[in-house]
């Protein structure tokens, strides 16, 4: 089992920036990938970043330039920069840990970018 704690999300201008957080506990295996998605109501849950754990980052389109995900592998922690921020961008963001064996979701952290 693998328990997925995210932190950051908030309230922020457009323009602004915000760093999302996500700490991995429990039975962690040393090869995934972890990344984000976000989700607005009623709509599906899009992918935004992720990383692997040999530190190879993947991006969708709509991030690229604005976004940077990083991991801090002693820590199991994963990380979201985000610059530039766009009201566009406002969506509930959840972590995802994947392995060869599980995948697992954390809580979700709010982030609003007003106009």
Same mark, same amino acid.
């Given at each position: 089992? $693998?328990?997925?704690?995210?932190?950051?999300?908030?309230?922020?201008? /457009?323009?602004?920036?915000?760093?999302?957080?996500? /700490?991995?506990?429990?039975?962690?295996?040393?090869?995934?990938?972890?990344?984000?998605?976000?989700?607005?109501?009623?709509?599906?849950?899009?992918? $935004?970043?992720?990383? &692997?754990?040999?530190?190879?980052?993947?991006?969708?389109?709509? $991030?690229?330039?604005?976004?940077?995900?990083?991991?801090?592998?002693?820590?199991? &922690?994963?990380?979201?920069?985000?610059?530039?921020?766009?009201?566009?961008? &406002?969506? $509930?963001?959840?972590?995802?840990?994947?392995?060869?064996?599980? &995948?697992?979701?954390?809580?979700? /952290?709010?982030?609003?970018?007003?106009?």
């Amino acid at each position: 089992q $693998v328990h997925l704690v995210e932190s950051g999300g908030g309230l922020v201008q /457009a323009g602004g920036s915000l760093r999302l957080s996500c /700490a991995a506990s429990g039975s962690a295996s040393r090869v995934n990938v972890m990344g984000w998605y976000r989700q607005a109501p009623g709509n599906q849950r899009d992918f $935004v970043a992720s990383i &692997t754990s040999t530190g190879n980052p993947n991006y969708a389109d709509s $991030v690229k330039g604005r976004f940077t995900i990083s991991s801090d592998n002693d820590k199991s &922690t994963v990380y979201l920069e985000m610059n530039s921020l766009k009201p566009e961008d &406002t969506d $509930v963001y959840y972590c995802k840990y994947r392995s060869i064996l599980n &995948t697992y979701w954390g809580q979700g /952290a709010q982030v609003t970018v007003s106009s």
